[in-house]
Antibody, heavy 118, light 108 residues
Framework: QVQLQESGPGLVKPSGTLSLTCAVS?????????WSWIRQPPGKGLEWIGE???????KYNPSLESRVTMSIDKSKSQFSLNLTSVSAADAAVYFC???????????WGQGTLVTVSS | EIVLTQSPGTLSLSPGERATLSCRAS???????VAWYQQKPGQAPRLLIY???SRATGIPDRFSGSGSGTDFTLTISRMEPEDFAVYYC??????????FGPGTKLEI
């Protein structure tokens, strides 16, 4: 089964850019999986941010689409998330995740907490 | 936009009891697109059920899913101590992809 590990700054300044990376092992980044980012504000529910595929056919949550960019780095077997113009509302645990394409999230990273503060 | 509602918000049970969790969609959803996850404190969610009623790999058979249309149910036949957690339903659609319900907390 695929293993996922998030990395990136745990603290981002307001109006700055949140950048996270997810390292993929146990499966090829070039497989047919869809690679997602999902977030969870402290004590709250889950929000899907978007997904990226080897085909380049990315899909983003409409509520975040204007601020989100995702990409795959095949040489490093990782995918990334950039979220611009962050505010306190973007503070959350960010999970990277994988879907085999059958309408569910099959695998999750352990999550990384991102705080937004000056 | 289809909204998922889960009930109850919190369910207090004892080990050995049966748990019935509800997920209701504001419009009809194909059962193919419905999944359930379990999340314990400090952990990532874990896939339990997909396609409304199929158990994911390694999930004990005390977990079962059912439903169609707008009403879906996750049942835990006999609660084990490790089953106390938060449970989320999820809906997929081709435009907005994944939407999660607000969750049901199972507590002792």
């Amino acid at each position: 089964q695929v293993q996922l590990q998030e990395s990136g700054p745990g603290l981002v300044k307001p109006s700055g850019t949140l950048s996270l990376t997810c390292a993929v092992s146990g499966d090829s980044i070039n497989s047919g999986n869809w690679w997602s980012w999902i977030r969870q504000p402290p004590g709250k529910g889950l929000e899907w941010i978007g997904e990226v595929h080897r085909s380049g056919n990315n899909k983003y949550n409409p509520s975040l689409e204007s601020r989100v960019t995702m990409s795959i780095d095949k040489s490093k077997s990782q995918f990334s998330l950039n979220l611009t113009s962050v505010s306190a509302a973007d503070a959350a645990v960010y999970f990277c995740a994988a879907s085999s394409g059958y309408f569910r999230i099959d695998s999750w990273g352990q999550g990384t907490l991102v705080t937004v503060s000056s | 936009e289809i909204v998922l509602t889960q009930s109850p918000g919190t369910l207090s049970l004892s080990p050995g009891e049966r748990a019935t969790l509800s997920c209701r969609a504001s419009q009809s959803v194909s059962s193919t697109y419905v999944a359930w996850y379990q999340q314990k404190p400090g952990q990532a969610p874990r896939l339990l059920i997909y396609g409304a009623s199929s158990r994911a790999t390694g999930i004990p058979d005390r977990f079962s899913g059912s439903g169609s249309g707008t009403d879906f149910t996750l049942t835990i036949s006999r609660m084990e101590p490790e089953d106390f957690a938060v449970y989320y339903c999820q809906r997929y659609d081709t435009s907005s992809r994944y939407t999660f319900g607000p969750g049901t907390k199972l507590e002792i």
